[in-house]
């Protein structure tokens, strides 16, 4: 990878207070996304995906603790001051959110949503935001854009709440957006055209993206690379089309499995069990009690990444096992 790196994630560990104690939520993160690239973060819900997102955003509750370090363009997001961190959010980053009406304050208005955060952190005027909000409702297929900006969020459907959303995070051209499971919450009638809308804003305008979802083949389809997360650490990283073609974690193997196929008709294979929590781990592999591939070594020693056919892959047997998937597919 030549392009300069963004975002650079560093041994991450982030846990919360509970009852007394700490409940660890990601274990030893590590994640790099590249200027003008996207980057897919992809688990089972309760993994830590949105954590990390929010860590790396510094929007964690207050009740979490932070270990290691998120560094964009060098500097440290931690340690950003409180105007620094408002121009980080303003300029440099932008969120959009799996649910858009959770979101948007329903007592106003649609441009007072648009503008309220650049303005009042001084990135843009009110006229030039309103001016650069027209725009981008025109480019992102929201008709008459004057009328929209002066309705209230009821008055729209989720599809245009959801383009509005990304209107709100192109509107300063910040260098990275993370998106948050964009399109869930919608219809899907409309998830296709909003994601299709999203990735045309993201290549037009050359930002990089960080792509939170559980859906494996969707993130591969809108990715140049995927991290797949489970229990709060990632197993697996590498070029999306490699991971798809040929995965080298079993718990990859076993999303790609318990997917519907859209070429060739075949039966979803559940994963069995259920999908634990960082904290719900107690010795060795995260995935050992769910993965049929396991030995005493896997329940016992916990992996550590290593780099496997230019992959980074947390897993004691991916040698031995890596052709075994490919069969089991079939």
Known sequence: MTSRTLLNIKDLNISVKHRGSRRPLVHDVNLEVHAAESVGLVGESGSGKSMTIKAAMRLLPKNASVEGAVEFEDRDVNRLGRRELAQYRARDVSLIHQDPRAHINPTRTIAQFITEGVVHTGAMSEDAALERACALMRDVGITDAEKRLAQFPHQLSGGLLQRVMIVTSMLTSPRLIFADEPTTALDVTVQSDVMAILLEQI???HVAMLFVTHDLDLAAAVTDRLAVMYAGTIVETGASSDICGQPL???TAALLRSRPSTTEVRRPIAIPGSPLSAYEVTSGCSFASRC????????????HPRLVEGRTVACHRV?????QFQERAS
């Open 292 to 303: 049929s591939f396991a030995v005493d070594r896997c329940r016992t020693e916990v992996p």
């Open 203 to 205: 290549r037009d305008h």
């Open 249 to 251: 974690h079993p718990y």
């Open 319 to 323: 040698e031995e096992i890596a052709d």
